[in-house]
């Protein structure tokens, strides 16, 4: 059987750096020796993230303290990136906001900063890289969206609108650019824990970033168009999502 | 007001690996080193926790804020030549282990489970099978970084800040948050460990045999708490060392069995203890037998069940270790236990027993000193658990020994106070805004 199965990336620009599953994503890699392209705001966050990379392995790691939302300086840095990685064989978009539900409900300014870093920012950066990679006819474009952009619900759908919007747009880059040798993968995360969660009674649910991180490596290996982390959200989501309005819109979710 | 009358700001109920007590707190997880101390000081008392794995109310602070240090996770700087690792203290030793053995590299000391952090090892100033010729987790630590509720930082070593760094390894998270911490792996060349097991029966034959061979690096003995007449005492002590023959040193695999829910209490009698430990001590049919064995078995032969804990049942279970100085001629004290545990018609699943080296410990609260330690668990089975521990502590006292705060539930302020009387110069060190229930309970103000 001819394998679909690629290697490991080993040159790898990280868009929201400090995140907990881009870490999980990170530092499996760091320990085959991969180079890294590093974007976050908070530069001791950043260094952190940095030491513990190069500690693992890492070969080479560059940072950069960006705020993503200044759209106007995506350009340069992706090139800047581009450049001293030599190639990019993944970007993994990791950056985004949960934000205040029920501000956003009354506020629109509140809604609109969740929009603007989750989808706006991320439509931005994708439009350079999925031309850049298209030129290279290769490389991984990985964009961690979430479970909740299947389906609005009362309690995060400003912030489920925003990653549907970005599904939707990725669908399109992916119907675009896979005849040219590009992989786009979008990956839907449920529940993760974080420390908060740690001490409670840990429902099966719950899944921890280092295997987050695994599962999603997998994706990669296999080329996977849509990746549920870990993979039984595929199932739950499929449910919710079959769920008819009628009784949906009466639901307390 | 009592709290829970307004249901709908109730914190939720945290517990501690025994399961016991079950304490409301509010957590705030830290990620970064930075996070602390915190922009909104909370309203509480605060207290770090680690991985949760210590057995009693050490990581537990009722009515208070529970600091989750478990997302500082990252390392910092490794020297290969040194074997010198730096890493934040919420990393665990699995993940130690899993980034330095295929490096050649092993911990200097390790507990019975791998999945405790570095901040939760040297705030207990853990102990392993080789605390006889290494002493505790805190003889290996170089240096670490306390921060306080004030915000003053300040990098603690046995030279630097020496009465910081002895107030805090054994300090039970009460000084301040360990946010990073330095220390000194031992090399290795293969994962195996060559393991002897010989079989005894009575406190003197496992003496004897224990003092033949502290040349083995780790030593350690399970003994059965149940069989009485001619079989009294009897055990299996085992000894290991690093296999000095190179090997290839891969990973770990990941554990795939977790216990999914809690047993019905009566799941674990004194029936059912007394025939798992028939099985256990004839499992081995010879005297003596060798083997060449992972090391994951060796040192973690319960970590492969993740959650294990819930075979105990909802009620949990009650732990118990002391060590007992050396006596003249028979150690009539770890007689006296045992004689009282059969007298009690309850049984312990596991019992370890160790003899703890003369290695002096750095912390000022540390609990191991030269003599035998024997460790106990018992499934909480009503008053009757509790009284067994009392009874148990009374001994302790009795003969000059003390107990260990990690493995407690039930120490009174008096017998805490006389077992560490340098717990008045410890109190000056405690941060103004840390307490435990622990705290609380041995200085009697809980
Ligand atoms: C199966 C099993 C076997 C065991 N075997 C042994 C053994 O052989 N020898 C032994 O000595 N112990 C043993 N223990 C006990 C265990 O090693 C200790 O309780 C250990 O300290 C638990 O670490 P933790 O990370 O879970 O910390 P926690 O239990 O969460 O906390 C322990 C203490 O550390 C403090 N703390 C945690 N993190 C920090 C930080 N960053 N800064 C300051 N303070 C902090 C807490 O306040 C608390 O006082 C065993 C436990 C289990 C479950």
Request: aromatic share 10%.
């Amino acid at each position: 059987m001819a394998s679909k199965r690629q290697q490991l990336p080993s040159r790898v620009l990280v868009l929201g750096a400090t995140s907990a599953i881009a870490n999980g994503v990170m530092r499996p890699l760091a320990e085959q020796g991969a180079r890294f392209y590093l974007v976050a705001r908070s530069p001791e966050k950043l260094k952190a993230v940095a030491s513990d990379l190069e500690t693992r392995g890492a070969s080479a790691i560059f940072t950069c303290v960006m705020d993503l939302d200044d759209t106007a300086s995506h350009e340069a840095m992706l090139a800047e990136a581009a450049e001293k990685l030599d190639t990019i064989d993944l970007a993994l978009l990791a950056h985004g906001v949960l934000g205040d539900q029920e501000r956003a409900q009354t506020d629109y300014a509140t809604a609109e900063a969740i929009l603007r870093t989750n989808f706006l920012s991320a439509v931005s950066l994708i439009t350079w890289l999925a031309n850049y990679f298209e030129a290279t006819h290769q490389g991984t474009l990985a964009v961690i969206s979430s479970v909740a952009g299947d389906r609005g619900r009362k309690s995060n759908y400003v912030y489920g609108t925003s990653k549907g919007a970005l599904n939707i747009f990725l669908d399109g880059v992916r119907n675009r650019i896979d005849r040219s040798g590009v992989h786009v993968l979008t990956i839907k995360p449920g529940f993760v824990s974080t420390p908060m969660t740690a001490h409670l009674p840990q429902t099966g649910l719950f899944a921890h970033p280092a295997a987050v991180g695994r599962w999603i490596l997998k994706a990669i290996e296999k080329r996977k168009d849509v990746a549920y982390v870990p993979p039984i959200w595929a199932v739950i989501m499929l449910i919710i999502r079959s769920i008819p309005n009628s009784i949906f819109k009466k639901l307390n979710l | 007001m009592p709290r829970n009358s307004q249901p709908k700001f109730q914190s939720p109920k945290f517990e501690s690996w025994g399961r016991y007590p079950k304490l409301e707190a509010d957590l705030v997880p830290l990620s970064w080193t930075t996070d602390f101390p915190l922009t909104q000081p909370p309203a509480t008392k605060i207290l770090p926790v680690g991985a949760g794995r210590s057995y009693g109310d050490v990581c537990l602070l009722g009515h208070g804020t529970l600091l989750q240090a478990r997302g500082l996770d990252r390392f910092q700087h490794f020297d290969p030549q040194t074997g010198i690792l730096r890493c934040e203290a919420g990393v665990t030793l699995a993940e130690i282990l899993d980034f330095a053995v295929p490096r050649g590299f092993f911990l200097p000391v390790t507990p019975g489970t791998k999945y405790v952090t570095v901040g939760g090892a040297i705030a207990n100033d853990i102990h392993g099978k080789n605390h006889h010729i290494a002493g505790t987790f805190g003889c290996h630590v170089l240096r670490f970084e306390l921060v306080r509720s004030d915000g003053a930082r300040f990098e603690c070593s046995p030279s630097e800040n020496s009465d910081w760094f002895s107030a805090t390894v054994g300090g039970m998270g009460l000084t301040g948050l360990i946010a990073w911490a330095e220390i000194r792996l031992r090399p290795i060349v293969s994962r195996r460990i060559q393991y002897k097991g010989t079989k005894f029966v009575g406190i003197d034959e496992f003496v004897a045999i224990s003092k033949a061979n502290t040349h083995s690096e780790y030593t350690v003995a399970w003994m059965d708490s149940v069989a009485t007449g001619n079989n009294f005492a009897r055990g299996i002590f085992m000894q290991g060392d690093h296999n000095p023959q190179p090997e290839p040193l891969t990973r770990s695999k990941e554990p795939w069995l977790t216990l999914p829910l809690d047993l019905p209490e009566f799941a674990l009698n004194h029936l059912s203890i007394g025939l798992f430990n028939t099985l256990y001590y004839n499992k081995q049919f010879s005297k003596e037998k060798t083997a060449l064995v992972d090391y994951e078995p060796f040192f973690y032969p319960l970590d492969s069940i993740l959650h294990w804990n819930r075979m105990y049942g909802k009620s949990g279970l009650l732990q118990f270790q002391c060590v007992l100085p050396w006596e003249e001629n028979q150690q009539f004290g770890i007689i006296n236990m045992m004689k009282a545990i059969t007298a009690s018609g309850l049984a312990s699943f596991l019992t370890v027993i160790k003899v703890f080296g003369d290695a002096p410990s750095p912390g000022m609260l540390s609990f191991p000193m030269p003599g035998i330690t024997l460790a106990l668990d018992f499934p909480i089975r009503a008053e009757l658990s509790f009284d067994l521990v009392d009874r148990l502590a009374r001994i302790t006292q009795e003969h000059g020994g003390r107990m260990y705060p990690a493995k407690d539930a039930r120490m009174t302020a008096d017998r805490f106070q006389s077992f560490y009387p340098q717990w008045q110069e410890f109190a000056r060190y405690v941060d103004p805004a840390f307490d435990s229930a622990f705290w609380q309970r041995v200085t009697a103000r809980g």
